[in-house]
C-alpha cells in the first residue's frame, strides 16, 4: 500500500510540474463554458430586417411599430423597390425583408385580410424559421388586438404552458451539454496520454520493474485525475448558477455524485486509449477526433436521439455522453431523484468497469 500511495504522490507532483496540462485541465474548462455558454443559442436578438412598404399607411406603420419595439428585431433600411430586396440580401446584413402589399389597410378594413410577405434569408435555416415564427407571432398579437370585439360561436383557444424551462432559454440547454463534453474530453485526453508519457520519456522500463502490480498502475494514474476533474466539475456547476442562472431543482449531493462516476467512467476510458496508444500524439488524436464527433453528435446534445437512423440510435447507446446528459439534466432542470436515474448510472457503472479491466487487460508487462 506504501508504494502505491508513492506511486499516487508521484503522478500528482508529474501533474503540478506540468504546467501545460494544468492549463489544459483547468483553463480550458472555464473558457469553454464561458464561450459555449454565452455563444450557442438558438434564440435571436436585435436581428437586422428590412422594410419595403407599398402602402404606407396607419395600420403598416402599427405593425412596424411592433416589431421595432420588440428585443428580436431592429429594423435596418426601409427599401422602396423590390428590386432592392436581393441586393439588400447580398450584402450579408438583412436577415428578412418585410414586404407590405398596396392597399394594406384598406384591404384589411375591407375585406377583413391583408398580404404581408415574409421574405428570410435561408442560408441558416434554423435562424430562418425562428425569424419567420417571431414575426408571425408579433403580428398573431396583432390581430388578436384588432379582432378582440369580434365575437365567434365556438372557439378553440390554445394554451400553452412549457415545464422545466418556461422562458425556453437555450442555455438551460446547452450548459448541461456543454459541461458533459468539457468533463468528458479533458478527462479522456489528460489521462489517455499518461502512459504514453511513460513510454515517450523512457521511465516505462521503471514501472515494469517495480513491484507495482498492473491494477495498481492503472489505478494509480487515475485517482490524481479524479480529484483534479472533481474541482472541474465544481467551477462549472458554480460558473452555470451564478452566471448562466442555471438551475439546481435536485439533490447536489446526487449531482456531485453522479458526476464523479460519469468523470470515473471518463478518466477509465482516456487509459484505455493509453494502454493501446504507442506515442503521445497517437492518444491526443484518439482521445480529441474520436471521442469529440461521437460526444458531440450521437449523444443527444444537438441533434435529437429519437430523429437519427435506427443504427445510429444504436450506436449513440455506447456513447457514455448520452447517459450522463440524461442524468444532469433529470436533477438540475427536472429535480428528479436516483428512482428515476438508476438505469443511466448502472449503465455509466457497467461502463467504468469494462475501461478499466480492458485497459489492465491491454497493459503491457514487457516492452516491445
Known sequence: MKRFIGFIKKEFYHIFRDKRSLFILFGMPIAQILLFGFAITNEINNVDI???????????????????????????????????????????????????????????????RATLQIISDATDPNTANTITNYISSILKNYEQSKNRSIELDYQVIPETRMVYNPELKSVFTFVPG???????????????????????????????????????????????????????AIVIVILSIFIFKMPVQGSLFLLGAESVLFIIASLALG??????????QTAMMISLMGLMLPVILLSG????????????????????????????????????????????????????????????????????
Open 271 to 280: 487509459i484505455l486509449i493509453s494502454t493501446i496508444s504507442e506515442t503521445q
Open 178 to 232: 456543454v459541461m458533459t463534453i468539457i468533463l468528458m474530453l479533458v478527462s479522456a485526453m489528460m489521462t489517455s496520454i499518461s502512459i504514453t508519457r511513460e513510454k515517450e520519456l523512457g521511465t516505462m522500463e521503471i514501472l515494469l520493474v517495480s513491484p507495482i502490480k498492473p491494477f495498481q498502475v492503472i489505478i494509480g494514474k487515475v485517482v490524481p485525475y479524479i480529484f483534479l476533474s472533481v474541482i472541474n
Open 50 to 112: 428590412a422594410i419595403l412598404d407599398h402602402s404606407k399607411d396607419a395600420s403598416t406603420q402599427e405593425i412596424i411599430n411592433k416589431i421595432s419595439a420588440s428585443k428580436y428585431f431592429t429594423i435596418e433600411q426601409f427599401i422602396t423597390r423590390e428590386a432592392d430586396i436581393e441586393d439588400a440580401f447580398k450584402k450579408g446584413k438583412i436577415k428578412a425583408v418585410l414586404n407590405f402589399e398596396k392597399d394594406f389597410s384598406k384591404n384589411l378594413i375591407k375585406e377583413q
Open 301 to 368: 446534445f444537438i441533434f435529437p436521439i429519437s430523429s437519427m437512423p435506427e443504427p445510429l440510435q444504436v450506436i449513440s447507446h455506447i456513447i457514455p455522453a448520452k447517459w450522463f446528459i440524461v442524468i444532469i439534466k433529470g436533477i438540475m432542470l427536472k429535480g428528479v431523484d436516483i428512482s428515476f436515474l438508476w438505469k443511466e448510472s448502472v449503465i455509466l457503472i457497467g461502463m467504468t468497469i469494462l475501461f478499466i479491466g480492458l485497459s489492465i487487460k491491454k497493459y503491457k508487462i514487457r516492452l516491445e
